[in-house]
């Protein structure tokens, strides 16, 4: 190792040994374990992280301040060994899996982490304005400038077959998309509108679907794989944030204040991580739409550990979030529940049944009388079959329905946040893997 890979990868090894807590306080739920990625250089400026599976990738400038390029470091989070991806002039960054995007000169560039392989997503030698990449799974997708409007196109990385338009401007602006499978949310400038977000689904004829339906102004869109979460301003004039799920088919109020802003939402999964502005400051919460839904009268947002830096450009990726915290790149891991499933056999007779069971418990301790729903997949949507109990220690069983036809299902807990004496006990939600019924 050199010696700044030895220093960083103590720092995190430190941070992780002051912050972990017995097993019994970290079942509060909000609890978090944190480290320091290249916190303790000196003479840079850091921007844009972003995290996926174990990577982590931050743009870094040495020529400080705000004068020289930003190029790419990642930092592998198994390891704590940080290395530069690109030494390239980027303008925007973003990560899925192996795969890291970024504008260079104009084009589109992706780069495999792992590998160091290189696709040349553009290459037009920046002819065209081609800028803010997204990418997720084997789609890139990317802003484009033009005379008239602001366009939204994607291209397929997997195959690399030719670049496609995802949305026309048709004179209005087309900005900041933000993909997930085959969905892109994008903020369209429509003439007679404030912005709007609208959703356009890769391969599919039917025409984007307005999500905010023409009110107000909303802007900063993040997509998931159920939900789409984004700002708006509330009847006080405070920036909050509103959701979009998939699952349940409503855009529903997320975080909000009367006093606070609300602002630059990103999803994963059933969480809308985002940044609280206040007169001391901005800090980073995790709102959890299931723990909302299971307990309304009761919601409120997880906190990041609270610092008294401003903590900036979060970016959630399942239990890991990265995030400025007084310029320099932090990361955060979840302490999420744990819902397990046994395997079920891999066929079963037409009109059997599968038998679901496992356990839900937070940070090895169980949630005895946990309350879990039962769900299936069809029609793209995960839907409630229903609602059990879980026993004294933590377990439960069931017997699906007799099936006829190939079905997913899945356990879900829906976190807890209830009174306490003078607290409030707290868990994220969780769900199980899935478990396949395939009748033959």
Known sequence: MTGRTVRLATALALAAAILTTPAAALANGWVMERGLLGGLFANAEWASP???????????????PGLGPYRIDKVDLRTGEQSTVTND????IALDGDWVVYDVDGDIRARNLATGAVK?????????????????GKY????VENDLDTEVWGRDISTMHPKFLIADGNGSQLLIPQVSGN?????????????????????????????TGGTGDNFSPSIGDHLVAWTTVNASGKYMI????YDTGQTLDGPTSTTFDMADPRVSGDRILYHAANPGGTAMYV??????????????SFPLPDTSADELAGRISGTSCVYLNGGYPTWATLAVPKVTVGSVPTRIRHHGHIHLSGTVSDQGIRIGKARLRI??????????????TASSNGSYSYQTPTLHAKTKFRVAYDGMLVPLGAGISQHFSAVSAVRTGWPY
């Open 183 to 211: 969905r892109v949310a994008y903020r369209s400038e429509l003439t007679g509108f404030d912005g709007q977000i609208m959703v356009k689904t890769i391969g599919s004829s039917a025409a984007a679907v307005n999500l």
């Open 375 to 388: 769900e299936k997949y069809s029609g793209g949507r995960w839907l409630l079959v229903r609602t059990i």
């Open 242 to 245: 509103r959701y979009h799920d």
């Open 120 to 136: 040349k997503v553009t290459n037009d030698g920046g002819a065209v304005a081609e800028s803010e990449p997204t990418i997720s």
């Open 140 to 143: 890139v997708v990317w802003e």
């Open 89 to 92: 002039e980027v303008g925007h």
């Open 50 to 64: 972003d995290v996926s599976g174990h990577w982590a990738v931050f743009m870094v400038r040495t020529d400080v």
């Open 287 to 300: 709102f959890d739409v299931r723990t909302w839904r299971a307990s309304p009268g009761l919601a409120l």
